[in-house]
């Protein structure tokens, strides 16, 4: 069985955070429906909210918000 690169993983999932963020009264917020491992350690260094909560979205810091255009544009973004 393979083994995946957590770094890589959480990379992924942040740029995935950034490509749905959504606005609830001021609150940038994504849908969780990824990988709570990797949302896990997101919130451990401050990037998004508890992802263990009952709501079926997370807050996303301003850091995580800029974090996460960077991984977005990194792993998703066509290149010209």
């Given at each position: 069985?393979?083994?995946?690169?957590?770094?890589?993983?959480?990379?992924?999932?942040?740029?995935?955070?950034?490509?749905?963020?959504?606005?609830?009264?001021?609150?940038?917020?994504?849908?969780?429906?990824?990988?709570l491992e990797a949302l896990k350690r997101l919130h451990q260094k401050g990037l998004?909210?508890?992802?263990?909560?009952?709501?079926?979205?997370?807050?996303?810091?301003?850091?995580?918000?800029?974090?996460?255009?960077?991984?977005?544009?990194?792993?998703?973004?066509?290149?010209?």
């Amino acid at each position: 069985m393979s083994r995946y690169n957590p770094k890589i993983i959480e990379e992924v999932v942040l740029g995935l955070l950034y490509l749905n963020v959504f606005d609830d009264y001021g609150a940038t917020r994504a849908w969780k429906s990824l990988n709570l491992e990797a949302l896990k350690r997101l919130h451990q260094k401050g990037l998004i909210s508890d992802p263990f909560t009952r709501a079926k979205s997370v807050k996303i810091t301003m850091e995580g918000l800029d974090r996460g255009y960077e991984m977005a544009r990194k792993h998703f973004a066509e290149s010209r």
